[in-house]
């Protein structure tokens, strides 16, 4: 299927390593121009030049921090100097610690909307404008499927993912007068460097060793296994694609049909 998304102009926060970086290295492989951030600029480029080396077309590395609304507003403002619009931004870059109520700080909370919310509300009013003026948008949220299957003992990023996925639809029925598009992606868990440690954490909520914290996820969903990051970054790629366009204001589980309460340790006891 050809996505033609070819010249597309894409904007890719946290694009440096795990999910960010197989969006950016998908949709950079269709023929889109990529303008990406992060906060360590050393491995932003490392990851730009290894995927523009494979794909041959450009991708803009950009170091931000987006817990700060000027970070936000500049990446997305040399993104589009640079490339001269943006098409389609997709909201990556979040992280919220695991744990129970007990363990959460209130530093743990606050940091929790700070990076996985509001650095999504920051990059979304910073592309509105170059999109109204284009007269068309897309913008996917890649949030997490702890917003809508809750868990005890992932409260802080449920409450961040529920509020993404709140402002998703929320987005949809004002832009949409613009041709403008939103959707939310919702994951399980995902083969990256931060599940391995949202398992440390869930060993230690649950006193269990991380053996057998890491066979609680795959035990839950009727797959057996957990996604890979390719497998998140063709679902992002479709749905950025104008194929996609008129699938707006909702938001699509990729986690395998994962069943959260088996993983209740306490109440499988
Ligand atoms: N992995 C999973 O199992 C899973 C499941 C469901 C949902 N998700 C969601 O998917 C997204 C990606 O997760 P991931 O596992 O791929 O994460 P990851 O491997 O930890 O990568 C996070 C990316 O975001 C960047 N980043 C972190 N803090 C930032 C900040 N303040 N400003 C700008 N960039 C920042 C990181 O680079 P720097 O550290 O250099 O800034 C990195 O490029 C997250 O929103 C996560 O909540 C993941």
């Known amino acids: 299927m050809d996505l033609k998304l070819g ?25 889109c121009k990529i303008a990406m951030c992060a906060r360590t600029m050393s491995e932003l480029k490392t990851t730009a030049q290894e995927i523009e080396r494979e794909t041959g077309n450009p991708v803009m ?31 990556n870059a979040g992280a919220a610690p695991g744990g129970v109520i007990e363990t959460l700080s209130e530093d743990d909370w606050a940091n929790a909307l700070q990076l996985k919310f509001m650095g999504y509300v920051r990059c979304t009013k910073a ?12 913008i996917v949220n890649l949030i997490g499927n702890d917003g809508v299957k809750h868990s005890y003992w992932e409260i802080a990023p449920g409450a961040a993912n529920a509020a993404g996925q709140n402002l998703t639809m929320s987005m949809a029925g004002r832009y949409g007068a613009d041709n403008i598009s939103f959707v939310a992606v919702n994951p399980g868990p995902v083969r990256t460097e931060r599940w391995d440690g949202l398992v440390k954490a869930m060993a230690r909520d649950m006193k269990l060793s991380y ?21 998140v970054a063709n679902l992002v790629a479709y749905l950025a694609s104008d194929l996609a366009h008129f699938v707006n204001g909702t938001m699509i589980e990729i986690d395998g049909g994962q069943q959260k309460q088996l993983m209740d340790v306490a109440r499988n006891r």
Do not use: H
């Not at 010249?7 to 023929?31: F, H, M, Q």
């Not at 000027?70 to 993104?79: E, I, L, M, R, S």
């Open 7 to 31: 010249g597309k102009v894409a904007l890719v926060t946290g694009g440096s390593k795990g999910i960010g970086k197989g969006i950016a290295r998908v949709l950079s492989r269709e023929g």
């Open 211 to 231: 053996e057998e914290a890491d066979k609680l996820a795959p035990k839950s969903i009727p797959l057996g296994r957990i996604a890979e990051v390719e497998e």
């Open 127 to 138: 592309a509105l404008p170059y999109m109204q003026k284009q007269r068309w948008g897309r």
């Open 61 to 91: 590395p950009i170091a931000a921090d987006l817990t700060r609304a000027a970070d936000a507003q500049n990446f997305v403002d040399a993104a589009a100097k640079n490339f001269g619009r943006v098409d389609i931004l997709v909201n």
